[in-house]
C-alpha cells in the first residue's frame, strides 16, 4: 500500500501565499505521477496540476502563472507552491499519486488525506 501525507495547508489573506508538500511513503516500486487536487464545498474535485516522473506538469488554467508544481523523484515528495492566492482557491487540497507497489502489478491511484486551505478577502 501506499501512504500519502499532506502538509502546509492554512489560512492566508487575499493575495498571500503557501506551499504544500506530500510525501509518499509504504511499499512502493514506481511513481508515475504525483498531483493535487482540491475540493471545495458543493462541488466536484477538481485537478489543480500533475507532474510526472519525468517532470512534465499539468496545471488547471484558473492556477495556471500563480502555482507551481515540482517533485523529488527519490524522496518520493510533491510540492505546491501557491502565489498570489485568491478566495476561490479556498478547498480541501488532497494529494494523488499513480503507482505501481510491485514489478508486475497494477498501476492504482493513492490518495491522501488532505489539507485545508482558506483564502480570507
Known amino acids: 500500500q501506499v501512504q500519502l501525507v499532506e502538509s502546509g495547508g492554512g489560512l492566508v489573506q487575499d493575495g498571500g501565499s503557501l506551499s504544500l508538500s506530500c510525501v509518499a511513503s509504504?511499499?512502493?516500486?514506481?511513481?508515475?505521477?504525483m498531483g493535487w487536487f482540491r475540493q471545495a464545498p458543493g462541488k466536484q474535485r477538481e485537478l489543480v496540476a500533475t507532474?510526472?516522473?519525468?517532470?512534465?506538469?499539468k496545471y488547471a488554467d484558473s492556477v495556471k502563472g500563480r502555482f507551481t508544481i515540482s517533485n523529488n523523484n527519490a524522496k518520493n515528495t510533491v510540492y505546491l507552491q501557491m502565489n498570489n492566492l485568491k478566495p476561490e482557491d479556498t478547498a480541501v487540497y488532497y494529494c494523488?499519486?499513480?503507482?505501481?507497489?510491485?514489478?508486475?502489478?497494477?498501476?492504482?491511484?493513492?490518495w491522501g488525506q488532505g489539507t485545508q486551505v482558506t483564502v480570507s478577502s
Open positions: 494523488s499519486a499513480n503507482a505501481q507497489i510491485t514489478r508486475r502489478g497494477s498501476v492504482d491511484d493513492y
Open positions: 509504504g511499499t512502493i516500486s514506481s511513481i508515475f505521477v
Open positions: 507532474i510526472t516522473r519525468t517532470d512534465i506538469t
